[in-house]
């Protein structure tokens, strides 16, 4: 089903709460939730209330977010919810892509810590952590609570996992964003989530603005792919273990080859998750597979000689054998700071990957050709 045709609504289950009455006023863009089926957005006199569905439990909520102008006196009767004063100051963050957003949106200089940020590649960001204004935070997974409380920090902008917690930094009594834009299966869907943190920066009109030209982008882009007279196969990534991880029909990635004008080869695993197979299963279902796309984090890059010494049987594939592998290393790219962002971005390389001819003197962004050495 081609991507760009669907347009979803949101049904969440309003929990308890009293909320005051709507206002009363023209349409407003950013109220209107198209692609992501995560989150909803609802306006009142005195507040703005953002509901976030679970993305385990579909008929339940994972947080509802209270937004109330830090300018104003707190309303003596809101409904239950996580309270927060915005716009957003003093902002701890688990990942680069949501530093990446908010650097976007341009209050980089709100975030005053980052878990990892040895993954960031940004030049900003980077800046902001020499300078010492932006303090390192440790693992995302365990991150230094105690640094975070010395810096001030007043919001946790942090990626939800199912059954998961975020350990003692629940205990400080600091909001928590729970940012779970990477459950989206859609690629606008994911995008969509700017509004949100728009919402919580005091940067609508800037989120408005950057979503609705990525989904013009996007959307003419479907179109052009939609013109190929040929759908080739596609294989995504390699074995990691002793299992291939092998997206699923309803994933992003699966949404992504779609709307390129590819058919994904595993296009009858159902789901969004990604299923664990043993590499004889992905060789005989996918070996014939007109395309493989990679994506590696090393200084060096990654060569047909690599691919074959770290595991020969990978020259079976009549991808490997017709040199038709593509990688993209996110080492050296701003791929994952920009694509969830701008899908556009992606997109119009996975185009150039499958259809060069549509994109003539096109140069990629993340993908390159495979070398031999």
């Known amino acids: 089903m081609k991507y760009c045709l669907l347009i979803l ?10 909320p005051g009455k709507p206002l009363s006023r023209p ?3 950013s109220d209107s939730i198209r692609y992501a089926e995560g989150f909803r957005i ?3 006199d005195d507040y703005v209330l953002v509901e976030v569905a679970d993305p385990w439990n579909t008929s339940g909520l994972l947080q509802r977010y209270v937004l109330v102008d830090r300018n104003i006196p707190l309303p003596s009767a809101l409904p239950k919810g996580t309270v927060i004063r915005t716009p957003l100051r003093n902002i701890a963050v688990y990942t680069s892509v949501h530093a990446s ?8 200089e709100r975030i005053i810590g980052l878990c990892e940020p040895q993954y960031i590649n940004s030049t900003a960001i980077k800046e902001l952590i020499r300078s010492g204004h932006i303090a390192d935070l440790g693992m995302s997974t365990a991150p230094n609570v105690e640094k975070m409380i010395d810096i001030g920090t007043e919001c946790i902008i942090a990626s939800p996992f199912q059954n998961a917690g975020y350990g003692q930094a629940e205990k400080l009594g600091i909001p928590i964003v729970e940012a779970a834009d990477y459950m989206e299966s859609l690629p606008l869907g994911r ?5 949100f943190y728009g919402l919580l920066l005091g940067r609508e009109e800037e989120a408005d603005s950057v979503f609705h030209s990525t989904e013009e982008r996007y ?11 040929v759908r080739p196969t596609v294989l995504s ?3 990691y273990g002793s299992f291939w991880y092998v997206p699923g029909n309803d994933s992003n990635t699966a949404h992504f080859f779609g709307d390129a004008g590819a058919e994904y080869i595993f296009g009858n695993i159902e789901g969004q998750g990604s299923t664990p197979l043993v590499f004889e299963t992905v060789l005989d279902r996918a070996g014939d597979s007109d395309f493989w796309l990679i994506k590696y984090n090393q200084s060096g890059e990654i060569s047909y000689d690599d691919l074959r010494m770290e595991y020969a049987p990978y020259e079976n594939f009549d991808a490997f054998r017709q040199r038709n592998i593509y990688t993209c290393n996110t080492g050296k790219t701003l791929y994952y700071e920009e694509f969830p962002m701008h899908p556009d971005y992606l997109l119009k390389d996975l185009i150039w990957v499958f259809h060069p001819e549509l994109l003539p003197g096109y140069a990629p962004r993340y993908y390159r050709r495979m070398v031999d050495k």
Do not use: F, H, M, N
Not at 220 to 227: G, Q
């Open 9 to 18: 609504s949101v049904c969440l289950v309003a929990a308890c709460g009293q």
């Open 27 to 29: 349409y407003t863009p």
């Open 42 to 44: 609802e306006r009142y």
């Open 101 to 108: 957003i908010i650097e976007e949106l341009g209050e980089a």
């Open 191 to 195: 995008a969509e989530w700017t509004l």
């Open 219 to 229: 959307l003419a882009l479907c179109d052009l792919a939609a013109t190929a007279s």
């Open 237 to 239: 990534e390699k074995r």
